[in-house]
């Protein structure tokens, strides 16, 4: 069956990288796009952005200049980066499938960034 | 970037109908996608196309709208209806999320 599932650490220091990363099984990196989307703490969901199924990628404007997304598709795994973190980053980060709405999601991980 | 507004809190009582709204800033075809999100849980896929209901989701969710305008139906709102519902566009990059509108139950 289809699944994600979402590791990193649970806290980072402010200005340092955070790097997390999604396992999938039960379907093809090749066949459906991946994204993230993150959730700070009784707040609403915001879309971070996608790897396409071609290994294109779109990203949210305001996110643009310091996330990045990549994948290793022999590994089924998709990876989120983003850099000069801030406090106001701390978030359970989730990662989804695309598809018709985003139907298969992650637990989420919940990344506290420290001052 | 497509701006998704919605409603704001409701609070209706069990057996009732609601209808939550959301408004793109531009069109997005019938590419609205709407969740339900409960404490301590992940999204929950409703409805996808604006109109088609998720497999293994009650038939008491229902979605309308084209272009800038949508909306959720449910009908009847049952107890455990209580929870956190966002729209979502997948028409316009980046993709987008509405705020929420936050379902209590009286």
């Known amino acids: 069956q289809v699944q994600l599932k979402e590791s990193g650490p649970v806290l980072v220091q402010a200005s340092e990288t955070l790097s997390l990363t999604c396992t999938v099984s039960?379907?093809?990196?090749?066949?459906?796009?991946v994204i993230w989307v993150r959730q700070p703490p009784g707040k609403g969901l915001e879309w971070m952005g996608i790897?396409?199924?071609?290994?294109?990628?779109d990203y949210n404007s305001a996110l643009k200049s310091r996330l990045s997304i990549n994948r290793d598709t022999s590994k089924s795994q998709v990876f989120l980066k983003m850099n000069s973190l801030q406090t106001d980053d701390t978030a359970i980060y989730y990662c989804?499938?695309?598809?018709?709405?985003?139907?298969?999601w992650g637990q989420g991980v919940m990344v506290t960034v420290s001052s | 970037d497509t701006v998704l507004t919605q409603s704001p809190a409701l609070a209706v009582s069990p057996g009732e109908r609601v209808t939550i709204s959301c408004r793109a800033s531009?069109?997005?075809?019938?590419?609205m996608h709407w969740y339900q999100q409960k404490p301590g849980q992940q999204p929950k896929l409703l409805i996808y196309?604006?109109?088609n209901l998720e497999s293994g989701v009650p038939a008491r969710f229902s979605g309308s709208g084209s272009g800038t305008d949508f909306t959720l139906t449910i009908d009847p709102v049952e107890a455990n209806d209580t929870a956190t519902y966002f729209c979502?566009?997948?028409?316009?990059?980046?993709?987008?999320f509405g705020a929420g509108t936050k379902l209590e139950l009286k």
């Open positions: 989804t499938r695309d598809g018709y709405g985003y139907n298969y």
């Open positions: 039960g379907f093809s990196l090749t066949n459906y796009g």
């Open positions: 790897i396409w199924r071609n290994g294109n990628t």
């Open positions: 531009e069109s997005v075809s019938t590419r």
């Open positions: 196309g604006a109109s």
């Open positions: 979502q566009q997948s028409w316009n990059d980046p993709h987008t």
